[in-house]
């Protein structure tokens, strides 16, 4: 189906803006659900209080005695951008607030797969802690939990995924989407939940009168700034696309600001320093696309122990060192990525001339990579809109014939709850499941591949109408030719962070086509003018365009774009990114 673009409805006369609030920016925010410029009030006084979050004062009072009894505690983490950003905050905030010798254990994906397993418990045994937190993961760990707690640790799940019919028997849980939490977000990151539980934590201790207790005191131990985490908090909560409700924004604007203020680990400016960018003008995209795909790559094809080590350090010259390290992984990682892309194409080639293709995409390939299964999954996702499972060998030493999935939805679909609708149907295929709306990960026997394929293909139509199967591009209207301004990008730029669920506004219309060229092999470069003001001539680029389908002799085109203000030279001038284009 061809791509069909879609303006967002709305009614101006539904706002609370100020009478001074252009019209522009009206528009764009009531497309987003937000009706005045209180939802644009990024103070950390503004965000929820930790006090409605299920869990949260159990789990603060094991915490305090645990600090007060100078325990030791060990952090299970997350193989990813989220997981390494939790791991590093609870580590350095743990140990600000005089909690000895905190440390970090993340399970490699390829030795021992997602969470804490009672196998990765046997690891963290040989640590003999005595608190043991999971960060960004846990709430599926039902054995894993068990086989902690008869060990002796005293466990504390903090986590945001979707819990399933059980809950781990852990002695708290911090999670906003377990059943009975009255948190009103539901959307933070496993960073976001990690942060608010040592927020509260230090407010406690401060409120026993620990950092001033003679102890204490005079090694001048003094109450953390939880502010000084927020870079952390900001990169793990953009790279994990959560939604950015208001509570996730404030948190974000805070963390970017801190960062391009240069307030922020030597780690993330190291990371922006080898991608080439400039830290003080960092924006989601940049932490989206630079900084997130790079501590990935540790977890995808080698150890995000290396990530979580850049984020950690205190050292600039170790940064830089373990920030080329992961530049490096990250370009490997491209490369698989490509060869594995090319290798799906050409079946998915095959499946298109054989005849219609299914509503949902299952891939096997025993030679892919399985770090790289995920990012694979979302680029056919993107193409064809339909949703994906890529799978990979579970491991390559192994006889056990297991293999894994990684997958990826189109909105409209949860895929969570189609993995269910399988595992209710057919409990012999799935080997074990769990994720959220738009992406969810599984094994299963290498025999039950083909079974398994029929069962999400029947699924997946018995949850979507085929109208959903279309892709569409959400616009934000067309603009006038007046509004073609580098004030009017401005004053859209001025209400980030854009994000997950918060789209940086985009804009459709059809303009005449005046110039066109080739840059960089498949960029196109254009001159266009509004119809209604051909004078105006107006710079834009499309990336990564079918050059070789694209037609030359083209007078008008259809786009959807964004107002960009593109900088060169120390000279600023308006651009129009183009996401789509079409010859009218």
């Known amino acids: 189906m061809p791509t069909k673009i879609q303006r967002r409805p709305v009614d101006l006369s539904t706002g609370r803006f100020a009478s001074d609030t252009p019209k522009i920016l009206q528009r764009v925010l009531l497309g987003r659900g937000v009706t ?40 299970v983490g997350d193989f990813d951008a989220d997981g390494a950003t939790s791991s590093t905050l609870a580590v350095l905030a743990l140990g600000a ?9 993340v399970p490699n994906r390829f030795d021992f797969g997602y969470g804490l397993t009672p196998e990765i418990v046997e690891v963290a045994k040989e640590s003999a802690p005595d608190v043991l937190i999971t960060v960004d993961n846990g709430i599926s760990s039902i054995d894993g ?101 208001h509570n996730n924004r404030i948190l974000v604007h805070q963390g970017i600001a801190r960062i391009r203020a240069g307030r922020c680990r030597p780690g993330i400016s190291a990371l922006m320093e080898v991608a080439g960018r400039d830290r003080r003008k960092l924006s ?8 997130g795909p790079r501590i990935n790559a540790a977890g995808r094809l080698d150890d995000i122990g290396t990530g979580i080590r850049c984020l950690l350090t205190r050292d600039p010259t170790e940064a830089r060192e373990l920030a080329a390290e992961l530049d490096a992984l990250n370009r490997d990682r491209k490369a698989i990525e490509q060869g594995m892309q090319r290798e799906a194409m050409a079946a998915l080639d095959k499946l298109q001339l054989d005849g219609e293709i299914p509503w949902s995409l299952c891939l096997y390939d025993e030679g892919w990579h399985q770090g790289v299964v995920g990012i694979l999954a979302s680029r056919i996702k993107e193409k064809f809109h339909r949703p994906v499972i890529a799978f990979a060998e579970g491991d390559s030493t192994s006889t056990s014939g297991l293999i894994k999935g990684s997958a990826r939805s189109i909105p409209g679909l949860h895929i969570r709850d189609a993995l269910s609708d399988v ?162």
Not at 53 to 67: K, N, S
């Open 423 to 584: 595992a209710a149907a057919h409990p012999e295929l799935i080997a074990k499941f769990g994720g959220h709306a738009m992406a969810a990960g599984l094994s299963l026997q290498r025999e039950h591949f083909p079974a398994f394929t029929a069962a999400f293909e029947a699924a997946v139509r018995n949850r979507l109408q085929e109208s959903q199967l279309q892709a569409v591009i959400e616009s934000d209207g067309e603009l006038e030719a007046a509004e073609f301004t580098m004030h009017t990008a401005a004053t859209l730029r001025a209400c980030a962070p854009w994000g997950q669920a918060f789209p940086e506004p985009q804009f459709d219309g059809e303009f005449l086509l005046l110039q066109q060229r080739i840059v960089g092999e498949r960029h196109l470069k254009m001159v266009v003018a509004p119809l209604d003001n051909p004078q105006l001539a107006l710079d834009a680029i499309a990336f990564n365009v079918d050059t070789d389908q694209w037609p030359q002799a083209v007078e008008r085109v259809q786009l959807a774009y964004k107002l960009d203000i593109n900088e060169f030279r120390g000279r600023e001038s308006l651009q129009l990114l183009v996401s789509y284009l079409e010859a009218v």
């Open 36 to 75: 005045s410029e209180a939802d644009l009030d990024h103070r950390l006084a503004k965000l929820h209080a930790p006090q409605a979050m299920r869990g949260m004062e159990r789990a603060v009072q094991l915490l305090v005695e645990a600090v007060r009894a100078q325990q030791k505690i060990l952090i």
């Open 145 to 245: 939990v068990a086989a902690a707690r008869a060990a002796g640790m005293t466990v504390i799940v903090t986590d945001h995924h979707l819990p399933g019919a059980q809950l781990p028997e852990a002695d708290a849980i911090v999670n906003p989407n377990q059943p009975d939490c009255d948190f009103p977000s539901k959307n933070l990151a496993g960073v976001g939940v990690i942060f608010y539980l040592l927020s509260r934590l230090r407010s406690a201790l401060q409120d026993s009168g620990w950092f001033t207790e003679s102890a204490f005191g005079s090694l001048g131990l003094r109450a953390p700034n939880m502010a000084e985490y927020l870079d952390l908090v900001a990169l793990g909560t953009v790279a994990d696309l959560v939604p950015l409700d």
């Open 97 to 105: 607030m005089g909690a000895p010798a905190v440390e970090f254990l």
């Open 284 to 291: 989601t995209t940049d932490i989206g696309f630079i900084l």
